[in-house]
């Protein structure tokens, strides 16, 4: 088990950017592989992006592709979420998520067995 603590998330205008960091308890963050979801008011948790554990390996959801950049820094037990040219529609909560020896490539809540508080990412017209 690990725990996680999102952090990063505000106000920005759109166009802008964003990072989020997701700091991880524990001394088996490298086993774990990171995904970061999130969820806007009245609709269902949403995948964005995943980190397999070793971090060679990205995936991103359609809707994010080119605009946002996942990484992690197993030193340090954090994962990030680089968000550039910000849409008012990537207005949500943003969460991130561990599942043990991930090849991130899962893009289902239910596939990550840790989840974060999540953080809240407001994007203004």
């Known amino acids: 088990q690990v725990q996680l603590v999102e952090s990063g998330g505000g106000l920005v205008q759109a166009g802008g950017s964003l990072r989020l960091s997701c700091a991880a308890s524990?001394?088996?963050?490298?086993?774990?592989?990171m995904g970061w979801f999130r969820q806007a008011p009245g609709k269902e948790r949403e995948f964005v992006g995943a980190i397999s554990w070793s971090g060679g390996s990205t995936y991103y959801a359609d809707s994010v592709k080119g605009r946002f950049t996942i990484s992690r820094d197993n030193a340090r037990n954090t994962a990030y979420l680089q968000m550039n040219t910000l849409k008012p529609e990537d207005t949500a909560v943003y969460y991130c998520?561990?599942?043990?020896w991930g090849n991130g490539r899962s893009t289902l809540p239910d596939e990550y067995n840790d989840w974060g508080q999540g953080t809240q990412v407001t994007v203004s017209s």
């Open positions: 998520a561990a599942k043990l």
């Open positions: 524990g001394r088996t963050f490298s086993r774990y592989a």
